[in-house]
């Protein structure tokens, strides 16, 4: 007995520090694992914020150029505003300036309308006698400067031959000289006559042409009144 009990406690005192060594092991090991688990944990939730940066970074990208394309918008309506706000400044300013052209002229006009009361009168008339005559057109011309055309149908034609008349120019002029032309169309024939005559003040001068076997033959007079008979 004395024997056993020595080597009992020897065999108690070999194996006591396995023992304890395995069982400090396993909250070692749970801990490992924990702090793996955090760790994997951690490198997970950085590569989403890298991410989420990433994403971020290119929505910002984004909404900057957009801001800049919005005021380079901005800026292009602002010149191009600017740009019809002055040309509408210029249009503006000349048509303000034509309005007081014209005015000017007109007044102009009047005071010599007021101070010369000249007038000329163009008339064209037919025989009454030829029958067989017939007109197709007529072509005026004042001071070398086309004043009026006409052209003369069958029923035309009909009113002159029993007396109508056409006026073919009316208008206040200056009291000079003035040349008149008229050139006609009669039985397909071009006939042209030219007539000078001398404009005075507060009188109206009457030039009529008459389409006569043919020919034209004018005639002119004046008055004090706007009626030519």
Same mark, same amino acid.
């Given at each position: 007995?004395?024997? &056993?009990?020595?080597? /009992?406690?020897?065999?108690?005192?070999?194996? /006591?520090?396995?023992?304890?060594?395995?069982?400090?092991?396993?909250?070692?090991?749970?801990?490992?694992?924990?702090?793996?688990? !955090?760790?994997?944990?951690? #490198?997970?939730?950085?590569? !989403?914020?890298?991410?989420?940066?990433? #994403?971020?970074?290119?929505?910002?990208?984004?909404?900057?150029?957009?801001?800049?394309?919005?005021?380079?918008?901005?800026?292009?309506?602002?010149? !191009?505003? +600017?740009?019809?706000?002055?040309?509408?400044?210029?249009?503006?300013?000349?048509? %303000?300036?034509?309005?007081?052209?014209?005015?000017?002229?007109?007044?102009?006009?009047?005071?010599?309308?007021?101070?010369?009361?000249? #007038?000329?009168?163009?008339?064209?008339?037919? %025989?009454?006698?030829?029958?067989?005559?017939?007109?197709?057109? /007529?072509?005026?011309? &004042? %001071?070398?400067?086309?004043?009026?055309?006409?052209?003369?149908?069958?029923?035309?034609? +009909?009113?002159?031959?029993?007396?109508?008349? %056409?006026?073919?120019?009316?208008?206040?002029?200056? *009291?000079? *000289?003035?040349?008149?032309?008229?050139?006609?169309?009669? +039985?397909?024939?071009?006939?042209? #006559?030219?007539? +000078?005559?001398?404009?005075?003040?507060?009188?109206?001068?009457? &030039?009529?042409?008459?389409?006569?076997?043919?020919?034209?033959? *004018?005639?002119?007079?004046?008055?004090?009144?706007?009626?030519?008979?």
């Amino acid at each position: 007995m004395k024997r &056993v009990a020595p080597f /009992a406690l020897a065999v108690t005192l070999m194996f /006591a520090p396995s023992l304890g060594q395995a069982q400090d092991s396993t909250p070692y090991e749970q801990r490992r694992r924990q702090l793996v688990e !955090e760790l994997e944990q951690t #490198q997970s939730q950085l590569a !989403e914020t890298r991410q989420a940066r990433v #994403q971020l970074e290119a929505r910002i990208d984004r909404v900057i150029a957009e801001m800049m394309e919005r005021r380079a918008e901005t800026l292009l309506l602002s010149n !191009e505003a +600017n740009a019809l706000q002055q040309l509408d400044a210029v249009l503006t300013a000349s048509q %303000d300036n034509l309005l007081q052209q014209r005015d000017r002229f007109l007044a102009l006009g009047d005071a010599v309308r007021r101070r010369s009361g000249a #007038q000329l009168v163009v008339l064209l008339r037919a %025989d009454s006698s030829a029958t067989s005559q017939t007109l197709a057109s /007529a072509e005026l011309m &004042v %001071d070398g400067a086309p004043a009026d055309s006409r052209t003369y149908s069958v029923a035309a034609n +009909n009113a002159l031959q029993i007396g109508a008349v %056409d006026q073919l120019y009316r208008a206040d002029v200056l *009291p000079t *000289p003035h040349t008149i032309t008229l050139s006609a169309v009669v +039985n397909g024939q071009t006939l042209s #006559q030219t007539v +000078n005559v001398t404009t005075q003040g507060q009188t109206v001068t009457y &030039v009529q042409f008459a389409v006569r076997n043919g020919q034209l033959v *004018p005639v002119t007079w004046t008055s004090r009144g706007t009626t030519p008979f």
